[in-house]
């Protein structure tokens, strides 16, 4: 088995455990966002202004900002890249090192995917097919 069959074979197998992906602006502005399973429902144009609210409530009190949310049979995971937060509704076992690979293969398509379309992220939410499919084959749905 090569080494790339064997990282999409651990990414795969821990897929089940991701339940919503949202890419949020550093506004808070959710600028994309997938369903995975029916098991929770959340509003993507709250989750956008919880978030940094959350990161900046917690940069005041503690020094840093949040980036584990544990509650009690789910967990937020705001993955912080140049541009974008990338969060997860994840399972408890999900693991972060986990959801930075998937943040950080879905940040060059979308870094790639703005630049070529010029696509302005603090306007618009993105709607683009042929990005879900990048998005559909990076989780390997």
Known sequence: MSSKEIS?????SKIEDIHYFFIVNKSGTSF????????????????????IALMNFSVDMIGNKIKILEMENVKLTIV??????????VEP????????????????????LIRDNKVNPERKR???TEFDKKVDNIFLI
């Open 8 to 12: 999409s074979f651990r990414l795969n």
């Open 32 to 51: 994309y966002s997938r369903k995975f399973t029916d098991k929770y429902e959340l509003k993507a144009n709250l989750l956008g202004g919880f978030c």
């Open 80 to 89: 912080e890249k140049r541009t974008f937060f990338y969060v997860f509704l």
């Open 93 to 112: 076992n999900c693991k972060s090192s986990l959801l930075e690979k998937i943040s950080l293969r879905i940040e060059r398509e979308l870094l790639k």
């Open 126 to 128: 993105l709607c683009n």
